[in-house]
């Protein structure tokens, strides 16, 4: 009868993990088993198997030997240290050479030891010699190798005991590759000390329990002891079939997690009660009919699906997406009227002030006439308690505003939905203080919207939850943006005749910098440097600047000068990078551009293009540098859904989403292009999923998809 370990016990637990060993994994994060187990190396090394000394030919090769002599001298003519050791391995021995490495003799001397010297074998002043080659201890690889074997034999599925591979003759263990796992170093913890304490624990991979449940639906790869199997080949892993089948079951488990977590998340919103919203048919047509515009399909499609979620018992969770300037806010103006005309109110939360201003003057302009009344609340608000003290009187209908509306003693009377503006930019915290201000026991509708497209792989795993609407078409009558990179050293030819231009009609122009000042170390150039230059370039222009570390009245000042057109150039950290809408500007310049990701270029684009003239985005690059991948996919596209799908390609989801979105993504092993993987894992959860018991059944599982419930949870 084996024990299983409890993988949420302490690391402290397992044999060989004393209070030094515990105090070190601390450190570097590791509290379980559990996080143990899961500290996956980084990387595998294959080393080759040895030749005979007597057999060695110039090249790359590895030699198992003794040391018979070792000598160190410093070369007087040059500043270089030179060790020198005499190899033997019974067939011949040969000379090694190392440079600057005077500690090698100190390694080398222990000469009752193997070693393993892997490098290259070659000709240099009349002779034959290693030339700094890497050093290994024999011994405790070949042990490993061993151990290995036999362990394996426990933990692998039957098909492939040792003896399988002792009686296939083409491959005989002792001459195969060994293969070896790289930890990446952490906090003090060399990738040697994660190798050793790994070798001790060998046996306790044996002790690893199953985690997914072995129900119907689950694919054939999810059986018995598959994960201890695949957890013990990740760190033991013997040859590539081994590692991939161990990433294959690995990953399976992550997104299993994650859709999972997603199903439940979506299984308790629905217990949540929220005030239905009452579809007014002849509002509808009152504020469509007052519109200068007729919706676009998609703009009506999305409408719709949003009046329907409105109706409902359980509250709305919904994603609208829609590109740049594709019409989104007319959208939510629809959805706050319907709620206005239900006697509810509506908080609208906006990234930045001048982005929450931007949405009171346009929302302002199409509902104030229908009778809605609208407030802004940022931080420059004159007479916030008035302002408050209305909003919690229900005098008014629909409040825009930053983080400060869902400071403490802000209080609605009857708050009934919510509509969150480039949804990533909010922390799950501050969602959620946002929802516990609607009346007792009732949780707000909520419309999320955003124009980074998210590719439909995430959509059904990390937003499993959310329901999602999409504005593909773009209103009539845009022209798509001529996107061009272009090296700085042609600027003067190819870029300011064309800024001349495009002045000289009375556009506006947005500069972009990576950097607010000159700094040694920075090679990129900054808004002020930037700034003072077009100053003498474009001398009549008028010319200013904008940047994160600018007071927020002054940040304001100039972007409501840039919207008034009293600048013409406006040169700017990637600040304006949201929301920000001036019609009247037709040229985006980046600099620098290798800099950025794609999403982020293609929000800064959006900047321009959203009047009715021909609009221009120039990619600029460093001198003779070649155009990176993704600046050349925004040449090519203008779609943004499209560049959302090479982006995760290009960079993988924790970049995009980890850090910028959530801090709490972290898949190690899955990889979210995996369609395959994915589809199946959606089966397995769908079916589990059914049991509304399920969770008592596997606390493991449980307590593993907290952290990606927090992640979606936005009821
Ligand atoms: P975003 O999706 O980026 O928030 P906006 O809602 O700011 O886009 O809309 C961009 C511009 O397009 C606004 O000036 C808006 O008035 C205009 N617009 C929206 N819908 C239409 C439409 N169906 N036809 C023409 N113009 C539209
Ligand atoms: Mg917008």
């Not at 003779?624 to 600046?631: A, I, Y």
């Not at 989403?657 to 709490?664: E, L, P, V």
Request: aromatic share 6%; proline share 5%.
């Amino acid at each position: 009868m084996t024990d299983t370990l409890d993988l949420y016990a302490d690391v402290s637990s397992l044999p060989y993990v004393g209070p030094r060993t515990t105090k070190s994994l601390n450190r570097a994060g590791i509290f379980t088993i559990r996080d143990l187990f899961y500290y996956f190396p980084r990387s595998y090394e294959e080393y080759q198997a040895p030749t005979n000394i007597a057999d060695l030919t110039p090249g790359k090769v590895t030699i198992h030997g003794r040391v018979v002599s070792t000598s160190n001298r410093t070369a007087r003519s040059r500043h270089l240290n030179i060790t020198e050791a005499i190899i033997s391995d019974g067939t011949d021995s040969i000379r090694a050479v190392w440079f600057n490495q005077p500690y090698r003799v100190k390694q080398l001397e222990d000469n009752n030891r193997e070693f393993i010297f892997s490098g290259n074998y070659e000709f240099k002043n009349g002779r034959y010699q290693l030339t700094a080659p890497t050093v290994k201890v024999a011994q405790s690889a070949k042990a490993a190798k061993n151990t290995k074997t036999a362990k394996t034999a426990q933990i692998t599925q039957p098909a492939k005991t040792p003896t399988a591979i002792h009686n296939n003759p083409s491959k005989n263990p002792d001459e195969s590759q060994i293969t070896e796992s790289v930890y990446s170093a952490k906090s003090g913890l060399k990738p040697a000390d994660f190798r050793k304490l790994f070798n001790h624990l060998r046996p306790e991979f044996a002790k690893i329990p199953d985690l997914l449940p072995m129900t119907e639906g689950k694919p054939n790869f999810v059986k018995k002891n598959a994960r201890r199997s695949a957890l013990f080949a990740t760190h033991f892993a013997e040859d590539e079939k081994e590692i991939e089948t161990a990433r294959k079951y690995l990953a399976y488990e992550e997104l299993f997690e994650l859709i999972l977590a997603a199903e439940l998340n979506k299984k308790e919103a629905h217990k949540l009660k929220a005030t239905p919203i009452k579809y007014d048919d002849s509002a509808m047509h009152e504020l469509i009919n007052s519109l200068p515009f007729e919706l676009t399909k998609d703009q009506k499609t999305a409408a719709w699906e949003i009046i329907q979620d409105l109706g409902k018992k359980s509250p709305m969770n919904r994603l609208l997406q829609g590109d740049v300037g594709s019409g989104k806010t007319i959208v939510a103006a629809i959805a706050a009227y319907q709620a206005a005309k239900n006697g509810l109110q509506t908080a609208i939360l906006a990234p930045t002030a001048v982005l929450a201003t931007q949405h009171a003057e346009s929302l302002q302009r199409i509902l104030a006439p229908l009778g809605v009344s609208i407030g802004l609340l940022i931080g420059s608000t004159k007479q916030k308690n008035i302002l408050k003290q209305q909003l919690a009187q229900g005098n008014i209908d629909l409040i825009i505003g930053t983080h400060a509306i869902i400071t403490d003693d802000t209080q609605f009377k009857n708050l009934g939905l919510c509509i969150i503006d480039e949804q990533h930019r909010f922390g799950v915290n501050q969602r959620q203080k946002l929802l516990l201000k609607s009346p007792d026991g009732l949780a707000p509708h909520l419309l999320s919207m955003t124009a980074t497209p998210i590719p439909r792989s995430l959509q059904l795993t990390v937003f499993g939850d959310l329901d999602v609407s999409i504005i593909k078409e773009m209103p009539k009558g845009r022209q798509p943006i001529e996107t061009k990179v272009l090296s700085d050293l042609h600027m003067r030819e190819s870029l300011y005749p064309r800024i001349r231009e495009e002045l000289k009609n009375g556009r506006q122009v947005y500069w972009i910098c990576k950097t607010i000042e000159d700094s040694p170390t920075q090679e990129t150039i900054s808004v002020k440097k930037q700034a003072e230059k077009l100053e003498t370039i474009f001398v009549k222009n008028r010319v200013a600047f904008l940047h994160g570390r600018m007071k927020p009245a002054e940040k304001d000042k100039v972007m409501e000068d840039f919207a008034n057109h009293k600048i013409d150039i406006l040169v700017s950290t990637t600040v304006v990078e949201v929301g920000v809408d001036v019609p009247n500007s037709t040229v985006m310049v980046i600099m620098d551009a290798e800099n950025y990701g794609l999403a982020q270029l293609h929000q800064l684009r959006g900047r321009v293009g959203r009047g009715k003239y021909q609009s221009y985005c120039y990619l600029i690059i460093t001198g003779e540098n070649k155009p990176t991948r993704r600046l050349r996919e925004l040449e090519k596209s203008t779609d943004g859904f499209h560049l959302a799908e090479v982006d995760l390609k290009i960079r993988g989801p924790g970049e995009i989403y980890g850090n910028i979105q959530h801090g709490m993504l972290d898949l190690r092993v899955a990889n979210l292009s995996d369609t395959d993987l994915i589809a199946a894992a959606r089966r397995h959860v769908k079916v589990l999923a059914k049991d509304p018991e399920i969770m008592l059944k596997y606390k493991e599982l449980e307590h593993n998809i907290q952290r990606y419930q927090q992640l979606t949870t936005l009821n």
